[in-house]
Structures are given as C-alpha cells and as structure tokens.
C-alpha cells in the first residue's frame, strides 16, 4: 500500500482524488454508491451570492470521448449551502473545497466573506465558468480582470485560496502567474473547452444555450500539456483536471506537475470513478515500487 | 438501498418491433425496490454519457427488470448489440415514479410511441381498472398491446396512419372518456406536444394527470444538474431535475 496522502498549499489530503466542482453536487447523492470519506477531498457545485436557476434545456451532449454542458451555474446561493449542505459535508471526513463564483469582483468577495466564519477547508474561486453571460469566463481570460477579482477574494477571505482557471485562453500561463501575483494560494485547471456540437436534422444547436464546455477524455491531452506548462511557470501548487478517467490518467497528470487531481465527466460513466482511480493509483505506485504518490509529482522528463 | 450500479447478466432479449428491443435483466435487488415509471441509467461501451431508458416490467419474485427501447441514435445501437447471457451495466432504480392510489377505481394511461413501455407497470398495479391508450406511427410500430391485456386493462390503440385501430391521435379517446367522467387519474408518456394536450384535456375536465418526461441527461441522480425541466412551485420557476424529481411529474407543475 503506497502512500497516497498529498499536501496542498498547507491542506492535507489522504488522496490526491476529488471529484470535480458541478459533476458531484453537494454529495449526498453519491453517497448513496460510497462513503465520502473514500475520497481526498469534494469540490462542491460551484455556489453564487444568490440562488440561479441556470439555463434552459437541453444542457447536455455527447460528443466523441466526451460531452458538452451548460448547466449555467444553477445553485441555491451561499447561504443555503453554509446553512444546509456545508455542515453535512464537514462531517464526512474529507476535504471540502467550496467552490464560488460570482457575475462582479464584489460579489466574488462577498461570497467568499461568508465563508469566512465556517470550518470549510479551501475556496476554490472559479473564474473560468463558459456558461454564464457575466463574470465567469469573462474573468479567466483576460490577466487584470483575474488578478482583480482575485486580489477581492484574497482581501477577504483567511482560507486557502484556489483559483480555477479557463482553457480558452491564449496563454493560461499568464493568467496563472496574474492569479499568483494576486494571492491565490493554488490554482486548479482545466476548466471545460467551450464547444458547440448541432443537430442536423432541424439545424438547430443541442445545447439551448448554443455553445457549451467540453469535458471527458477529449480534453485530457489539453489537460496535461497545461498542468506541465502551468506547473513550470508558478511557485503555488497545482490541482489538475481535465478528463481525467483512470487511475493511470491521474498519474500522468501528476507527474506533469499537479499536487491532486479532480475527476469530472468520468463519474457520469463509472459513479465509482473517484473511488476506482484511486485504487489504481495506488495499484501502479505498488507495481512500481514508489513508495508515495508525492514522489511522482512534476517528475516529468521533457525532451 | 435506494438505488446501486452493478452489472447484470440479460437474461432474455427480444427484437419486438423494427429497432425496438426488449431486455428481461436479472436484477434481483433492483427489482425488489423498484416502483411503476422509475427508470434504469445504462452505460453504452465506448460513450461517455449512460443512456436513461424506462422500466416496463418489474417482478420482484423472478428478480428481474424488463426494458424496452428504441434504438435512437449511436449510444441506444451500441446497447441493442448486448445478446442474452451478457452483462449489461446499470445504475437503477432511479428517478420519482408514479403515484399509484389502491382507492382509485378508474384510471387511464396514455402512451406515445416509445413512452408506451412504462405505462406497462402501471397497468400492472392497476388491472382491470385501467384503460390503456396507446398511440403509434403505423402499425409496424405497435408494441406491446398483448402485455397489456395480459394485466387485465382495457386497451385502444392509435395510430398517426390508420394502419392499426383508430386511425388519429391518442388525444380523441382520451377526451371521449374524460368527458364520459368518473376518471380518477390520468398518467401519460411520450412526445412533448402529446403530453401537454393531455395535461390540458385533463385541467379542462378536472381530472388529477402525471406525466413522465425525457430529457438529455448526464449523471442521472440529480448531482449535475443537466437535465432540467421548467415547473412552478409555490408559484415560482423552478427548473426541476428529470432524473431526480422526476422522471413523473405532476401535469400542474409544468410550464410548458
């Protein structure tokens, strides 16, 4: 048995695994196939300053290796998960990242203040949300924008602080050290790759809101190249995702630099994903004789 | 248990009409906690997204799940290729079924095309006091109307072409009985236009109307929230879950 437990910026977790912000909700539902505390950590359905009821269906499609989604951050608010869902969750022995999001800098802020008088482990701040009209993306793709909202967030919260950020960039290494500048603790990537698949037969788009986020095993080659890129240009730790299926991803992506790895669309396939992954991981480590799993990060041997 | 995910072994498969099969899957703790118009989430090798596929027949003293579905697309063609004795991988039982009420002594169930199978439990629950209206294309499209008569309901069939019984839609026999009266519920599955001249046939006449919708789904318990559906309740908007508020949602909930 391999240690698995890793530390990120400060926060210890007993596995590297943590199913992906908006695939596991709040918990409850999975915990009908397994017990929470089988997992490193949990980041929650990315919550607002107020409720939202999100976008009109269809808000799915399958595409190859993949899927596109615009669920458009339907959430009950900051309060209803501080009062109802982030309790229960802090009894599951596991590591809870809320994650936030918000249409200004302000409300970002105002979120994140919130939080501030719970046991809630980290923030994870996503400003590279595609399905949204305000904030969201419009934040993670341009460098003042992100270092702005970030610097709100930061000067309001005393919890560990990561930064979600978008693919749909030129350079995400440039938006990672903007973030990192700013006071992010860690940053988390990637956030879906925003795409748009049609129905031929009525000519119409699947998705109602015309263009959704590509997650799944598409995304993965994506995912490791920019874990490796961002993980060379910051000093903060990486959390990677993008993709990720097995327990081999996982370490892939690991040794590409990030510290843990968040599982995604993989749980619409296998709800025992999380779960599976880390048994692999711990089988290879086994098989190879690595004796821990922090051993393999960033432990990529470039040409 | 309220629901698990496993693989099963089909115990029987049946090609019933052209691209329509039928899976008899043994399931025995599925089958045990299973209710008429829940729905099973079925991973089809090589997709990333499971397929929903409604239940049609549940029997708890065989442990077994029957499913009947069409072959819509990709993902349906790659589960129609399972063959008897193989595994088929499920997540079920899921999803709010249908309220079934023993005081009530007359109820209707109206079916559309591929939205017939899960009326099929229903009809089960309620024998020879249900009358089952089901509505197809033609008549090499009609299913399972020897299943409902084996349970004892009054069966009508339709079709779009007239090529088997009443030749229109499902809504004229529909209305006919409403009007007749003494109906205490309705329950209905199948296209979207179908379902809401039902509701509104049965707002009209007073008659008490559930409805079992379909929608794109990803994770089928109600975490992802992708397979949402526009209700009121307590007179506010809602976009509800299909999977988990759902699949059967109560006609007077709906914005259509």
């Given amino acids: 048995m391999a240690d698995l437990s890793v530390n990120v910026c400060g ?64 959430n009950p608010g900051i309060d209803h998960f501080i009062e109802t869902e982030l309790p229960y969750l802090l009894t599951k022995d ?31 701040l996503n400003i590279s949300c595609p399905n949204v009209k305000q904030g969201g993306a419009a934040f993670g793709t341009d460098c003042t924008m992100a270092a702005e909202v970030t610097r709100r967030v930061r000067e309001a919260t005393s919890k560990k602080l990561v930064v979600k950020l ?57 995912a490791v190249r920019m874990v490796w890129q961002v993980a060379n240009a910051v000093g903060i730790p990486v959390i990677g995702m993008g993709g990720v299926s097995s327990g081999r991803d996982a370490i892939e ?39 821990s799993v922090r051993d393999i990060i960033g432990t990529v041997k470039p040409w | 248990m ?62 077994t799940l029957r499913i009947v579905f069409e072959i819509r697309g990709q993902g349906t063609e790659e589960i129609a290729r399972l063959n008897k004795g193989d595994l088929i991988d499920m997540l079920a039982p899921l999803g709010h079924g249908f309220t079934v009420d023993s005081s009530f002594r007359k109820v209707v169930l109206v079916g559309g095309g591929i939205g017939t199978p899960p009326m099929l439990p229903l009809a089960a629950a309620y024998g020879e006091k249900a009358t089952v209206i089901s509505g197809f294309r033609n008549a090499s499209a ?53 379902l809401k001249g039902i509701a509104a046939i049965c707002a009209e006449n007073g008659i008490y109307c559930e409805i079992s919708l379909e929608e794109r789904m990803a994770c089928g318990i109600g975490a992802c929230l992708g397979c949402a559906c526009r209700t009121k309740r307590n007179d506010e908007e809602y976009f509800a879950h299909v999977c988990k508020d759902g699949p059967v949602f109560r006609a007077e909930e709906m914005i259509w």
Avoid: W
Avoid at chain 1, 31 to 42: A, S, T
Avoid at chain 2, 9 to 26: D, G, M, P, V
Avoid at chain 2, 34 to 41: A, E, I, L, R
């Fill in chain 2, 2 to 63: 309220k629901y698990t995910q496993g693989q099963f072994i089909i115990r029987a498969k049946e090609a019933i009409a052209r691209n329509i099969y039928s899976f008899t899957i043994a399931c025995p703790e599925v089958a045990a906690v299973t209710v008429p118009g829940q729905f099973v989430h079925i991973r089809a090798n090589g997709f990333t997204l499971r397929r929903p596929i409604s239940i049609c027949g549940i029997d708890p003293e065989a442990g």
């Fill in chain 1, 11 to 74: 926060v210890d977790f007993k596995n590297p695994i943590i199913p992906a912000s908006g695939v596991f909700g709040y918990g409850r539902e999975y915990e009908e196939l397994f017990p929470l505390n089988k997992l490193g950590g949990i980041a929650t359905k990315g919550t607002t300053l107020h409720r939202r009821t999100g976008n009109i269906a269809p808000r799915i499609a399958e595409t190859p290796a993949g899927m596109l989604n615009s669920v458009g951050l339907q």
């Fill in chain 1, 253 to 291: 992506l690991m040794m590409a630099g990030a510290s843990a790895v968040q599982v995604g669309a993989a749980i619409f396939t296998d709800p025992f994903a999380p779960v599976r992954i880390v048994e692999e991981m711990n089988e290879f480590l086994d098989s190879k004789g690595i004796a």
């Fill in chain 2, 142 to 194: 009609v299913i399972l109307q020897d299943d409902f008569r084996a349970t004892g309901a009054e069966t009508v069939l339709c079709t779009d072409d007239g090529s088997a019984g009443i030749h229109g839609f499902v809504t004229q026999p529909l209305k006919e009985l409403a009007v007749e009266g003494g109906i205490d519920a309705v329950y209905a599955c199948g296209p979207m236009p179908m």
């Fill in chain 1, 94 to 124: 596991t590591v809870i990242l809320a994650n936030i999001a918000g249409s200004t800098p302000e409300e970002c802020a105002e979120v994140a203040a919130k939080l501030e008088d719970t046991d809630v482990h980290m923030i994870e």
């Fill in chain 1, 166 to 222: 978008s693919p749909n960039v030129t350079s995400i290494t440039e938006i990672a050290k903007s973030v990192e500048a700013a006071g992010a603790d860690a940053v988390s990537l990637i956030n879906t790759l925003l795409g748009m698949r049609i129905d031929i037969n009525t000519g119409r788009p699947i998705l109602h809101n015309n263009v959704g986020g590509l997650s799944g095993p598409a995304v993965f080659p994506v």
